[in-house]
């Protein structure tokens, strides 16, 4: 099975969605040098929402994908804010602001019936989830514009179960990729695997295609997961450096650093596990921390710290997600570097 079959592009190249860090100009960019391009709607308000999918469409013809969260959002739970907000109470006097100050940000919204109404009027080719998958009904009505659906496993269990839910094709996550973690059936993070561990066990548990995520930065890498069997690959980091991304100047220069060797998992920036480079609050409160409230209500408390830090130049209190190889990130442009990781491919 190739890419072609999959979702109609010349490479087997999907950028992945990255929510903060780009918008409809990367997605276009690779979707016009012959990949997938990806465009994260978690964060995005319906406004928003519709100006970029309507970018995309003026501005490409070709495949592109719109990427959705499928969490079920939490109650707010006072007594676990308020520990939280404790735990953070030094950084907020050494940084002389008020604990009680709020600041607003990017909210992570599952998809639902309002999103799907918006998105349906684009009629995207492809639409991915992260997190499992919506309500059947959702499903259903993304199925009838005639989209690929595809999902991030982290585990074999959670690629059975999307096959036996429907889906096109199937992301298998691995262990090294950037961001939040898509794990769905448990939240244990020892189940986790690497991708070219967790690829080929996938590859022969499911009949449908598999996308391989994780670790994967140069032409070298996307060979690699294509002979264990995938019929694509999905790469993040690499792009994060690109002009097309809106990578803030702290997390680039992050990038550029060899702090970027380090990468840990944490919940401490959303309240859910996702890989990105080892910061001061990491390294301090231990990346871990279960005092962070349940995801996405840990961003809250950390706004103003992060707003403060960076004003300064600082990234100790940023989300600074990267995976475990930031070789391939450089500062050329995403259509640049989508044609050289399909190098040599025939």
């Given at each position: 099975m190739t890419c072609a079959t999959v979702f109609d592009t010349e490479l087997p190249i999907v950028q992945a969605p990255m929510a903060g860090v780009q918008g409809s100009a990367l997605a276009i960019a690779v979707c016009e040098a012959g990949g997938l391009g990806s465009l994260p709607c978690a964060t995005l308000p319906p406004d928003a929402l519709r100006e970029e999918l309507a970018a995309i469409r003026a501005?490409?013809?070709?495949?592109?994908?719109?990427?959705?969260?499928?969490?079920?959002?939490?109650?707010?739970?006072a007594r676990r804010e308020a520990a939280w907000r404790e735990r953070l109470a030094p950084y907020y006097r050494e940084a002389g602001l008020d604990a009680d100050a709020t600041a607003?940000?990017?909210?992570?919204?599952?998809?639902?019936?309002?999103?799907?109404?918006?998105?349906?009027?684009?009629?995207?080719?492809?639409?991915?989830?992260h997190f499992g998958l919506p309500a059947p009904d959702l499903l259903a009505r993304v199925?009838?514009?005639?989209?690929?659906?595809?999902?991030?496993?982290?585990?074999?269990?959670?690629?059975?179960?999307?096959?036996?839910?429907?889906?096109?094709?199937?992301?298998?996550?691995?262990?090294?990729?950037?961001?939040?973690?898509?794990?769905?059936?448990?939240?244990?993070?020892?189940?986790?695997?690497?991708?070219?561990?967790?690829?080929?066990?996938?590859?022969?548990?499911?009949?449908?295609?598999?996308?391989?995520?994780?670790?994967?930065?140069?032409?070298?890498?996307?060979?690699?997961?294509?002979?264990?069997g995938a019929a694509a690959v999905q790469v993040g980091?690499?792009?994060l450096l690109c002009p097309e991304a809106t990578t803030g100047a702290v997390h680039r220069a992050a990038l550029c650093s060899d702090a970027a060797r380090h990468t840990a998992l944490t919940r401490l920036f959303s309240g859910r596990a996702?890989?990105?480079?080892?910061?001061?609050?990491?390294?301090?409160l231990g990346p871990l921390d279960a005092a962070?409230?349940?995801?996405?209500?840990?961003s809250a408390a950390l706004a103003p710290l992060r707003m403060h830090a960076e004003?300064?130049?600082?990234?100790?209190?940023?989300?600074?997600?990267?995976?475990q190889n930031a070789s391939g990130c450089r500062a050329i442009a995403a259509a640049e570097l989508t044609r050289q990781l399909a190098q040599g491919l025939a």
């Open positions: 501005r490409t013809r070709g495949a592109f994908n719109v990427n959705f969260f499928c969490h079920v959002p939490p109650e707010p739970d607003g940000g990017p909210s992570r919204q599952p998809f639902d019936a309002a999103s799907c109404e918006i998105v349906e009027a684009f009629r995207p080719p492809v639409v991915s989830f199925r009838g514009w005639g989209a690929k659906i595809l999902s991030s496993a982290t585990t074999v269990e959670e690629a059975r179960w999307l096959e036996a839910h429907g889906v096109d094709a199937i992301i298998a996550q691995g262990l090294e990729a950037g961001g939040h973690r898509g794990h769905f059936l448990s939240d244990d993070l020892s189940l986790q695997a690497g991708t070219f561990a967790l690829l080929p066990q996938i590859v022969r548990a499911v009949r449908v295609p598999v996308i391989a995520a994780g670790g994967i930065a140069d032409a070298r890498g996307v060979a690699a997961a294509l002979a264990l980091t690499a792009y996702a890989r990105g480079i080892v910061n001061r609050l990491m390294r301090e962070a409230p349940a995801f996405p209500l840990a004003a300064h130049g600082s990234g100790d209190f940023s989300p600074l997600w990267a995976g």
